[in-house]
């Protein structure tokens, strides 16, 4: 009986397959429009390759299967090259989706053997040629075909009417044939926009998302179009803007009715050609494509009359771990004068992956956080502007604002749109937010992990895994529904995360923010190594534990790794530098694995210095800043200019070339790598400001001016002078000590001696720019020119790009011209005010050692007041 029941499915099934088979066809059971095989009796078909393995879904219709998961291993491949010597583009996958799928039939795909040949650069034909009424029109981005608008019969499948189901949703599905392929014009794009690229016509066209209801009539018959920049492209029509009650074909004409993802081709499809990739030989100049396009119309874009960018397309990653140490090997700071001989040293073993980033690519030497706490450090990176510019602080009329954790969270148009992450995601890249994020409010005793995933992704990111919203909780008295005691910290989870991101199969390049806790002393290092597994999670218990390459995998276990990392340390200091350098080397031997790693930017900085945590003095805002981008920077490069987690933002976008659109106090360090102009300005002329508390202070060039709000509410002022620092009401510092160099001698720390009445020309002049970023970030409004002591350069013709700057907003080195990313200059905006600083002081590039003038009367009267009145006129500020 149970024979008979198989043979039954098996012949039920094999009948099911043969009616099936029977529509894929190319020649003869092509019928469509009235029962014809064409409209105009001259379209062109063509034919599947080979197949080879196929996934394990048979008989499992209406199942739901998450990439790569559910995959059996079996993962999307495409390679896409340009053969310029044919005029080829040549499209080689294996048509395995790269995304989430609902199987819709009872047949599993197979891997299928595409290599696709379409014109590298096609041209318009002096005639149309009509598309096949069922079959291949078009390849995806992700190397599956996108087929015409008929399945079985002559019902619309799109339209959901087919009698195979499945073919109206954007994921796909398989045909008789086994082909994995798509109908519905998002071709295998959950969300598309009109600058997403889709693929590629047969005609070599490429295909992009459906244009607004509104621009519709400018698509012709075939759905192209010819954009700004003079090219013809193709834009695929929503559902909805096509009539399905209409007859397929438009009488004899090649130009059809359902032109969902065409209407016809426009270029001719005679030199295009499917070939079976087991057997394809690729032509000898043919070349990957480094950058494929994500914008079919890169000129003037948001509408401010400036030429944009062209996107390159590369990878982002900003690593911040919480509360490591300055290694000395690093250029730290030197030591605060109580303790002068104090070493910070690596571990005997080494943190050779961070070594790596370190000496492949560019140390910036003075490097600095615009706030000293995590929370306030991470606004600066995320936003490019300073913390006291939150929209969170309501701190009150009081000034200087209060900058604070609490104070300084996004939320508004900071979490909506002013951020890096959102910047990037309306610009086409995937982002991605891995770790600590302490820049929302939230409710412990209220928190699910589901609901603070939401919150985050609110913020610009596509995707938000391994999160830790807050703190670690420190003790069993303060836990909470957000840290209850059942995990700590886990480098093996979101590290794990981290490559999940740099593994999706995506044309879509990533911003990434990787934050760890690690080594964050509100719980031991210790004990999360040795009470706790990489299954414990603040997201619950894991399945499985995590197979990391580069960490745990060489071991066999997370137990194993996690001894390993107690066997390489000297002590219990050292756990948590060994555990993210580890997590470091993962992440790089990923990238290394997917092929990416040149065209990757990573940049590792601490959130904020450690000698005096909290603190403005130099211990406590001096970081590492590592860069590493094989494609752009050498190896070995060193920037010795002061630069601020402000300037993250800018940079990264400059090099992502990606003009901002929202302002930024931040400015790209990209062309003072290559321009000894842009670095004099940057050593010399430019100013940076710290912000903690009430307290704020100004580096420009050497000299350093801090004042201290109110004694009694300073963390400057109370560890400061805990560790014999200077911590007067106002305060100058020479951090060159009379040389023109940065000094970073460990014994000599140049805060410990306040120069304001030897040089209170200098302390006038930096009070001067002091006032002036007051002024800027007082709360009353979106003041963002520059304080500098001078005017940066020109951008030079043959130097590198210029600093972005808020596309339509004055630079704030020019009065009458702006410059974005290609340093083009155009005329700013009617009536657009000056924009030069509201001082002008001078300085010289060059620095000879500061001379003490003799005591006439009037420099002791000078001294005198300036002593006496300087920090009354920070205080003023507080009425």
């Avoid at 650069?121 to 996108?146: D, F, K, Y």
């Avoid at 339509?808 to 030069?836: F, Q």
Wanted: net charge negative; proline share 8%.
């Amino acid at each position: 009986m149970m024979m008979m029941i198989v043979r039954v499915q098996h012949i039920l099934l094999s009948v099911i397959l043969l009616i099936l088979l029977l529509h894929v066809d190319p020649v003869t059971s092509q019928t469509g429009g009235g029962g014809t095989s064409t409209c105009s009796g001259q379209p062109t078909r063509f034919s599947a390759p080979s197949e080879s393995t196929c996934l394990p879904w048979a008989n499992q219709r209406g199942q739901d299967k998450t990439y790569p998961d559910d995959f059996g291993g079996i993962l999307n491949q495409v390679e896409i090259y340009q053969c310029p010597s044919r005029n080829k583009r040549v499209i080689i996958s294996n048509g395995i989706p790269d995304h989430d799928v609902t199987l819709q039939n009872p047949l599993a795909p197979c891997q299928t053997n595409w290599a696709v040949e379409m014109p590298l650069q096609p041209q318009v034909a002096a005639s149309q040629t009509e598309i096949p009424i069922r079959g291949m029109v078009a390849m995806a981005l992700n190397g599956v075909p996108a087929y015409g608008p008929q399945e079985s019969d002559d019902a619309n499948a799109v339209d959901g009417a087919d009698s195979v189901p499945g073919a109206k949703f954007w994921y796909g599905h398989t045909g008789g044939n086994l082909v994995w392929h798509f109908h519905n014009p998002q071709m295998g794009q959950e969300t598309v926009a009109p600058t997403t690229l889709l693929g590629y016509a047969m005609d070599g066209f490429p295909l992009y998302g459906p244009l607004a209801d509104a621009d519709v009539g400018q698509l012709d018959a075939c759905n192209g179009m010819v954009n700004s920049d003079g090219n013809y492209v193709y834009h695929v029509r929503a559902i909805h803007q096509v009539d399905p009650d209409v007859d397929y074909c438009n009488g004899n004409s090649p130009e059809t009715n359902w032109n969902y993802i065409l209407g016809c081709y426009s270029g001719s499809v005679a030199q295009s050609a499917v070939f079976d990739s087991s057997s394809y030989i690729l032509d000898n100049d043919c070349v990957l494509d480094p950058n494929p396009v994500f914008d079919s119309d890169d000129d003037d874009d948001d509408g401010d009359g400036n030429d944009e960018p062209t996107r390159t397309g590369v990878n982002i990653i900003v690593m911040q771990p919480d509360d490591l140490l300055f290694f000395d090997e690093w250029g730290a700071p030197p030591n605060s004068p109580t303790r002068p001989n104090q070493n910070t040293n690596l571990p005997d073993s080494g943190l050779p992956h961070l070594h790596r980033l370190r000496t492949e690519g560019a140390q910036l030497l003075q490097a600095y956080a615009a706030s000293s706490t995590c929370g306030t450090s991470r606004y600066t990176t995320l936003t490019g502007k300073y913390a006291s510019r939150a929209e969170s602080n309501d701190s009150g009329s009081n000034l200087p604002l209060e900058v604070t954790i609490p104070t300084t969270k996004l939320m508004g148009d900071d979490c909506a749109t002013q951020n890096l992450a959102a910047e990037f995601q309306a610009n086409g890249y995937r982002t991605a937010m891995i770790g600590k994020w302490h820049l929302s409010n939230i409710r412990k005793n209220t928190y699910s992990y589901e609901g603070a995933v939401d919150t985050v992704k609110q913020c610009g990111f596509t995707s938000v895994g391994g999160l830790y919203i807050e703190n670690l909780a420190s003790s069993d008295d303060g836990f909470n529904n957000y840290s209850d005691g059942t995990f700590s910290h886990n480098m093996e989870w979101i590290t794990d995360e981290a490559i999940k991101v740099i593994n999706e199969d995506s044309y879509e390049p990533f911003f990434m923010y990787f934050n760890p806790t690690v080594p964050h002393a509100s719980n031991s290092i210790e004990d999360a190594l040795n009470q706790f597994s990489c299954r414990d999670t603040a997201d619950g218990m894991l399945p499985t534990e995590p197979v990391i390459p580069g960490m745990t995998k060489e071991y066999g276990s997370c137990t194993a790794y996690r001894q390993s990392v107690i066997a390489r340390s000297n002590g219990v200091d050292d756990y948590g530098p060994i555990w993210l350098d580890d997590a470091v080397g993962a992440l790089l031997k990923a990238l290394e694995t997917k092929g990416i790693l040149d065209n990757t930017i990573f940049l590792f900085q601490e959130d904020h210095g450690m000698d005096v945590k909290g603190a403005i003095v130099e211990g406590g805002v001096r970081i590492p800043q590592f860069v590493h981008y094989p494609a752009k920077i050498n190896a070995g490069t060193q920037l010795n200019v002061p630069v601020s987690t402000i300037d993250v933002a800018a940079t990264m976008l400059d090099f992502a070339g990606i003009t901002p659109s929202y302002n930024l106090d931040g400015m790209s360090w990209k062309k003072a790598l290559e321009s000894d102009s842009q670095r004099d300005f940057f050593k010399d002329g430019r100013c940076l400001f710290f912000e903690i508390e009430q307290d704020r202070a100004a580096r420009c060039g050497c000299y350093k001016y801090l004042t201290i709000n109110d004694p009694n509410d300073s963390t400057t002022y109370s560890r400061g002078g805990a560790q014999g620092l200077s911590v007067q009401p106002a305060n100058l510092f020479d951090l060159c000590g009379g040389t023109s160099e940065y000094i970073t001698d460990k014994a000599t720390n140049q805060e410990a001696a306040n120069l304001l009445a030897i040089e209170p020309t200098k302390a006038a002049e930096l009070l001067v720019a002091l006032e002036c970023h007051l002024d800027r970030t007082d709360g009353s409004g979106a003041d963002f020119p520059a304080c500098n002591l001078f005017d940066p350069p020109a951008p030079e013709t043959d130097g590198p790009t210029a600093s972005p700057v808020a596309a339509g907003t004055p630079s704030p080195t020019a009065e009458d011209e702006t410059r974005g990313p290609s340093g083009s200059p155009t005329k700013a905006p009617t009536g657009t005010p000056s924009v030069s600083p509201t001082f002008n002081p001078t300085a010289s590039p060059g620095r000879a050692p500061p001379v003490t003038p003799a005591p006439t009367r009037t420099m002791m009267m000078m001294q005198n007041m300036m002593m006496q009145n300087m920090a009354a006129m920070m205080m003023r500020r507080r009425n």
